[in-house]
């Protein structure tokens, strides 16, 4: 059974830093682009960043670039989301997701990822 299990989440003043992880179990995400997105309460789920299976490449929504930074460790089985500089526009819950192979469309459409963890809150506050 695939699981993935998000951690890392809290209650941050703006400007502040988190750094949320993403344990993968019953796959080994060595071979999997894995990426992160974003749901803010009312609005719908969007795109944050993502890694290719080799970490070769890595994508970020435009919002937030130059403040957060994904990574993996394939030995460890996990992937990081490395949030600074928050704003309250950051709060939502995140959510780790993976997908196999290849992509001709990119990796930032939700609907490409198989595999989605529960989520965790991130809250910033002003």
């Known amino acids: 059974q695939v699981q993935l299990v998000e951690s890392g989440g809290g209650l941050v003043q703006a400007g502040g830093s988190l750094r949320l992880s993403c344990a993968a179990s019953?796959?080994?995400?060595?071979?999997?682009?894995m990426a992160w997105f974003r749901q803010a309460p009312g609005k719908d789920r969007e795109f944050v960043a993502a890694?290719?299976?080799?970490?070769?490449?890595?994508y970020y929504a435009d919002s937030v670039k130059g403040r957060f930074t994904i990574s993996r460790d394939n030995a460890k089985n996990t992937v990081y989301l490395q949030m600074n500089s928050l704003k309250p526009e950051d709060t939502a819950v995140y959510y780790c997701?993976?997908?196999?192979?290849?992509?001709?469309?990119?990796?930032?459409?939700?609907?490409?990822?198989?595999?989605w963890g529960q989520g965790t809150q991130v809250t910033v506050s002003s």
């Open positions: 997701a993976a997908h196999f192979g290849s992509s001709d469309y990119g990796y930032t459409s939700g609907p490409l990822y198989r595999y």
């Open positions: 019953g796959l080994t995400i060595r071979g999997y682009n």
């Open positions: 890694i290719t299976w080799n970490g070769g490449s890595t």
